[in-house]
DNA sequence: TTCACCCCATTTAA
DNA sequence: TTTAAATGGGGTGA
């Protein structure tokens, strides 16, 4: 029987390989080794670079269709979200539960502040082992924790906001990536925020489909706000992930 | 026209 | 100084 499995990489050792629990044939498999070879390779990307005043953004479909269903199912059985109690954030000074699910995975001996809350990281898992290698050897950069959202439909969102905490290495980009339902995703420059801005700056529209990853680099988070509006036609979970690099608090300046 | 949806300004006390 | 939330008013297009 030329029948096996594909297994992942709990060791961080075969970033090439994605969990897999279907049986495959001998050349089902060839194929889709060379495939996810092929996908891999950084230089075989393409890229859309979105640039504004202060913004700087890459986007590009990171997973074929077929690979990010199954992704995305995974996620779906292996992922477990923080309870509600743990995930209110603090916003005009009004408690609220966030409209959406979240969970932090990383390294041991970090955390990440927002909105009133600090969450601590879960141990990594083989699976998102898995999509931070491919994330690193896409990008070229390394990532130490991971935030996940997780939408259940278009009701679920996510309010304009900066990634600009004090736990991130300063100027380190920010690798979104995203399984599940394609939803709408709006940058907003700061000085186009207000009733009578000084500037006309135009809103930066994208649609962030399955299996895409879109890097945020510096400035970005210094000047645009972002969010993930309502969409009330979208009846599907999203579920994103946001890859980052987190100052360990062993290495944490003391601020006056 | 109607109304669901979207845009966006406002809120608020830590 | 800023706000990872909801809310309500106005515009719009199917």
New binding site residues.
Partial sequence: MDRFLIKNSSTRKHPLLVECTDTVTLPEKAKLRKNEDDSLLAEHLTWKEIRAEGLSCDYTLLYSKTEADVIFQQLEREITYFPEDLSR?Q????W?N??RKQVTYGDDGLSYK??GITLSPKPWIPLLNSIRDRVELATGHTFNFV?INRYKDGND???E?????KDLVPHSPIASVSFGACRDFIFRHRDA???NPTRQIE?QKLELANGSLLMMNFPTNVYWYHSL?????VLAPRVNLTFRKIIPNCERKNTP
Wanted: with cysteine; aromatic share 8%.
């Fill in positions: 954030v916003v005009y000074g009004k609220h966030v409209p927002f909105s935030l969102h996510i309010g906001h900066r990634d600009d905490e925020r207000c009733k809103s509006p309502v969409r009330k036609k």
